[in-house]
């Protein structure tokens, strides 16, 4: 079945450098949404790309996705302590909304 | 504005006993309501969706069920819980197909 799969699984980085996710699947995703969960809490919705190419940003976070909608990126820049936790893509899919997640990248950062 | 709770927030279990998770949506109608297991320090996996009352759908095998007696009520349980279903539990909502917002989710040991 389709997966979408996740590198890397963990990053530390140092307060201040730049960090990036990368989500790769083997199908065309429909749409790619990413999830935020900081360590002992619930994932927590990011953003939602759909169209081919698409980028979005949110202050220090830019999300990408794929010309062929098969991969996308969240990249970091100049992490802070707050970014800290597991970041995961995952597709809703169009039959029941089902959202499958990708395994995650944990970041740690260094202060 | 919409609510999700569960509760309990922490639960420690004996192999074998049984098993009820609840969880419950205020603000909205007629939700899709999921299950999700999350083992330590890993992805979420999804065990059950719903999108009305009675109806079910199971993503995993296991010996868990799962049911939805009222349109904003979606109960998880076990007849004889496993060593193995010790994890972190997460109930999520969605509206037709948008994000999902999950609850603060059950920690689950099982001795």
């Known amino acids: 079945g389709q997966q979408v799969m996740q590198i890397p699984q963990y990053q530390h980085v140092q307060e201040g450098e730049d960090f990036t996710t990368y989500c790769n699947s083997s199908?065309?995703?429909?749409?790619i949404q990413w999830y935020k969960q900081r360590p002992g809490g619930h994932p927590v919705f990011l953003i939602q790309?759909?169209?081919?190419?698409e980028v979005k940003k949110q202050k220090r976070l830019t999300f990408q996705f794929g010309e062929a909608k098969k991969n996308s990126s969240l990249h970091i820049t100049a992490t802070q302590t707050t970014d800290v936790g597991t970041y995961f893509c995952a597709e809703m899919k169009t039959s029941y909304d089902k959202v499958i997640f990708g395994p995650g990248t944990s970041l740690s950062v260094i202060p | 504005s919409q609510t999700i709770h569960q509760w309990p927030a922490t639960l420690v279990q004996p192999v074998g006993s049984p098993l009820s998770l609840e969880c419950t949506v205020e603000?909205?109608?007629?939700?899709?309501l999921y299950w999700y297991r999350q083992a330590a320090g890993r992805g979420l996996q999804l065990l059950f969706y719903s999108v009305g009352i009675g109806q079910i759908s199971s993503e995993v095998p296991q010996n868990l069920s799962a049911s939805r007696p009222q349109d904003r009520q979606f109960i998880l349980s076990s007849k004889k819980l496993l060593l193995s279903d010790s994890g972190f539990y997460l109930c999520?909502?969605?509206?037709?197909?948008?994000?999902?917002?999950f609850g603060p989710g059950t920690r689950l040991t099982v001795l």
């Open positions: 790309l759909v169209k081919s190419g």
């Open positions: 999520a909502w969605s509206a037709r197909g948008l994000r999902q917002f």
């Open positions: 199908t065309t995703l429909s749409n």
């Open positions: 603000g909205t109608s007629n939700p899709n």
